[in-house]
């Protein structure tokens, strides 16, 4: 074995990564998104995305949705830690794969391409309700809306078809049934 | 219609109904207003000092000996900039300040405007929260919000930055609301269940131990005296970090000594084969654990803790209780008495094992040194200036080093808050301007900066503050010409390749003292030293005192790297002893 020359403990095992949706309800005020981004950077844990929107004028209130991948320990710390942050009021955790809660992304699609492929491309995004927002008769801009793993899925499916470009949201999520989070 | 202030009085008027009694600061363009304001407000003393820097770390040695937030007032630009290492030590050690910074006027923000930068983007990171305050009227309930961060919950510092505009422009001022508790952010979020969980693990447990931290001195001297019932009344040993010293008596017969990298053999062979580790406000900080995966593996592990962050953070634990130590300490020793428990007398024989195995390592004496008649042995100057100052009652801060550490192991805390030390960011040159705070709060006290030689220089400037203000601080300065704990790891990691760890060229201490306008006492040889230490706790003006210490001396005991608390390397001493020669030599 290599002789250590530093003090700091070696890194220790990984647990297993695991997918998380974390939505964060903070106050809609300067700078907030760059404490919750900060917290991120600075500890070193992942945004895989992000999504951001004032959900209450009223109130005053921002829903930040963010996923993100991290040991169980990391997402425990990371939920803790952003807890501390003053203007954030609540924060919720779902696994990626809880059957209880609806995650949805959007997507605008543009497609150049004749009118075959931008048939052939509809179709393809049949599954998702495809919505065309703007067509000419060499371009198409369509907006679905589905699971991240199905838009990926459906963006490599149209690349031959004439997908130039394709803009995110993100993922934002949603309770199923009558209850809340807290 | 009430009267209208402007920002400079709505800062004064809220320091006011803060009870703030100091600032320290440095004044600029971009804070003239507030500056200007300072005369009409006579309950408030403003300490000029002579770096930002110093501010910050002079609000810190205020705050941590009185346990009151430390206010900073600085400029734009370079003097937030200055203010920013401060807060991160502040940060690191949860300490309680207040920094108040100017900015260029709102409209010029972004611009690049003389003397700007984006100080609360700078300082995000190392505050607890910050502000820009854009608008005249938020002024007063930002100021008030302000103490409110810095001191709940685990303390830390925050900033408030205040365009020049906003400075002239007026306002209503109202008084902060009382009782107003940030939401789930202060609270105790512990119940009785915990606490009996707790109790009966005490009640289990043959080798337990109590290892307590920095939060126990945050929670205030109450917490002190009840976490020393407590231990008297369960009769298990305790250990503690380098910032929870002096919460518990150093000299007490149920004290191991400090625990961790530079910790007794005792603490951390006790640390390691417990069966029930009770943390009292301390965060498992990696100079404390050694080796993660071998840290006290037998253990059931207990945290007590004000933070939930601090809760599973490096070191998972059996038991979390989150609240104010002082509140779940009471809770247990009356929880214990309810129950009629009295651990000391009904766990005795299976605790008595453990102490008998607790004093079989104590045998091994792991703070002595090899002392000398010819040169001073660092060891010996910490022993002796303890020995001298022991009887008053004392205020010890240091700089970052081996200083630090022979500080931290050879001079006995009884008291809490009288150990000012940077241990989280581990800033070299806090211990000088920490001390211009401790006796700025404590004019009549006898407060001594234990200092190292490369660490003063890098703060050397404060001496004049402590001049000006007649503050008789004390800087007593480990003198081996060398970055002692940078060339330490050098030679026991580095094969001895001192790179850039020796200093060529150093001022003339005394000449320098003079120069300042405040005393230079010299010590050379062991003979002269008590008698020197002497002279500089008699002098009622500041005094560099300048010791020429034993230049190879390293710092024992020491956990080497990435090891286990129970593969200590030991002093010179049990070296010779164990003659650890060719495989022992790579534990180093």
Known sequence: MVKSKSAYSPPTNLGKLDTHIIVVWVTNEASVLSR??????????????????????????????????????????????????????????????????????????????????????????????????????????????????????????????????????????????????? | ????????????????????????????????????????????????????????????????????????????????????????????????????SGQVPTHLIGTDAFQECDTTGITRPCTKHNWLVKDINDLPRIMHEAFEVATTGRPGPVLVDIPKDIQFAKAKYFKPKKEKKLKEKSLNRFNQKDIDQLVDLMKKASKPIFYSGGGVINSGPKASELLRELVSLTGFPITSTLQGLGAYPGDDDQFLGMLGMHGTFEANNAMHDCDLLINIGARFDDRITGKIDEFSPKSKKVHIDIDPSSINKIIKVDLSIVGDVADVIKSITKTLQKKNLNLEKSNKQKISKWWQQIEKWRTKQSLNFINSDTVIKPQHAVQRLYELTKDRDTYITTEVGQHQMWA???????????????????????GLPAAVGVQVAHPEKLVIDIAGEASILMTMQEISTAVQYNLPIKIFILNNQYMGMVRQWQELLHEKNYSESYSKALPDFVKLAEAYGCVGIRAENPDELDEKIEEMINTDRPVIFDCHVDQAENCYPMIPSGKPHNQMLLGPNDQEKNKISGKGKALV
Not at chain 2, 408 to 430: C, D, E, I, V
């Open chain 2, 408 to 430: 931290a192991q050879h001079y006995k805390f009884n008291k809490p808050n009288r150990w000012m030390t940077s241990g989280g960011l581990g800033t070299m040159g806090y």
């Open chain 1, 36 to 182: 919750v981004v900060g917290l991120f950077s600075g500890r070193g844990y992942n945004i895989e995305s992000l999504a951001v929107a004032e959900v209450d004028q009223k109130n005053n209130l921002s829903r930040i949705t963010i996923v993100t991948t991290g040991t169980p320990q990391v997402i425990e710390q990371i939920l803790l830690q952003l807890k501390k942050l003053v203007p954030v009021h609540k924060v919720g955790n779902f696994k990626r794969d809880d059957k209880n809660v609806i995650f949805r992304e959007m997507a605008l699609l543009k497609i150049v391409a004749n009118t075959v492929k931008i048939k052939k491309a509809l179709i393809t995004c049949k599954k998702f309700n495809p919505v065309i927002l703007d067509q000419t008769n060499k371009s198409a801009v369509i907006q679905i809306i589905a699971l991240k793993k199905e838009i990926d899925n459906v963006t490599k499916i149209l690349k031959p078809l004439g997908l130039v470009s394709a803009s995110r949201t993100g993922a934002v999520a949603m309770t199923r049934g009558a209850e809340i989070f807290n």
């Open chain 2, 1 to 100: 219609m009430s009267k209208l202030y402007s920002g400079a009085e709505i800062v004064f008027k809220s320091l006011e109904d803060q009870k703030v009694e100091h600032i320290f600061g440095y004044p600029g363009g971009a804070v003239l207003p507030i500056y200007d304001e300072l005369k009409n407000h006579p309950s408030i003393k403003h300490i000029l000092v002579r770096h930002e820097q110093g501010a910050g770390h002079a609000a810190e040695g205020y705050a941590r000996s009185t346990g009151k937030p430390g206010v900073v007032l600085v400029t734009s630009g370079p003097g937030a900039t200055n203010v920013v290492t401060a807060l991160t030590d502040a940060y690191m050690d949860s300490v309680p300040l207040v920094c108040i």
